[in-house]
């Protein structure tokens, strides 16, 4: 069984299918995950928030899947373009699965970690699949930027993001902690490429096409 514990918080993500020990209150609300972990501050409150933002698909969706990624990865993106929209439309949007976004933004690409920062700081305003969408789409534009920041901005206002407010979230690094804790536990895990997928006891290497995706996640659905 492959275990891979979501976030800092693991507030939003009780996937218990990886093996995930989520700090709760006895009626599993987010201020007991808060007191657990540490307070109940509204850095935590926004942390949090970031965690929700970044499932999709209905909270009784029997499957979860986990995905790790890195925004500057060609693979990455070269599956989001293929594999992806027909994913999310035959599995989430039907209530089979949920699919979680995990980063993992490698050393190798220096615009990784401020995407992921981006993406995730949209995440507290709601937007964290919009703005995820816009930063794949675009990668080879900003990939090589010595500084991206103002090119997120840019797709944040498109993406509906109050782009001040994003630029506020980065510079405290409110949601630094969670994109760290997803980098450690991803190689705690085993996992040290993108992408890569859990679903269920089963894991996905590469920019695999729709039909290893169904295998799956149909194997998962079965013995449900």
Not at 8 to 13: D, E, I, K
Not at 169 to 191: E, K, M, W
Not at 196 to 218: C, S, T, V
């Amino acid at each position: 069984m492959l275990s891979l514990r979501l976030t800092a918080l693991c507030v939003a993500v009780a996937a218990s299918a990886y093996g995930v020990a989520c700090a709760r209150s006895n009626d599993g609300s987010a201020k007991g995950a808060a007191a657990a972990t540490g307070g109940a501050s509204s850095g935590d409150s926004l942390t949090m928030r970031a965690d929700r933002a970044r499932i999709q698909g209905d909270s009784s969706a029997p499957v979860w899947i986990v995905e790790v990624s890195d925004f500057q990865c060609p693979y990455c993106r070269m599956w989001h373009e293929t594999t992806y929209p027909t994913l999310v439309r035959e599995y989430v949007e039907t209530g089979k699965a949920r699919l979680a976004y995990v980063n993992l933004p490698l050393p190798s690409h220096r615009n990784a970690w401020p995407a992921a920062e981006a993406a995730m700081c949209s995440g507290i305003q709601g937007k964290f699949w919009p703005m995820h969408d816009r930063i794949f789409s675009t990668q080879e534009r900003w990939a090589g930027m010595a500084d991206p920041t103002p090119f997120f901005d840019s797709l944040a206002t498109a993406a509906g993001v109050d782009a001040r407010r994003m630029r506020a979230c980065v510079a405290a690094r409110t949601t630094q902690p969670l994109i760290q804790a997803d980098f450690d536990r991803s190689f705690a895990a085993g996992i040290n490429s993108t992408p890569n997928f859990l679903i269920g006891g089963q894991r996905l290497e590469g920019a695999q096409p729709i039909e290893a995706f169904r295998r799956a996640i149909d194997a998962e659905l079965a013995k449900k």
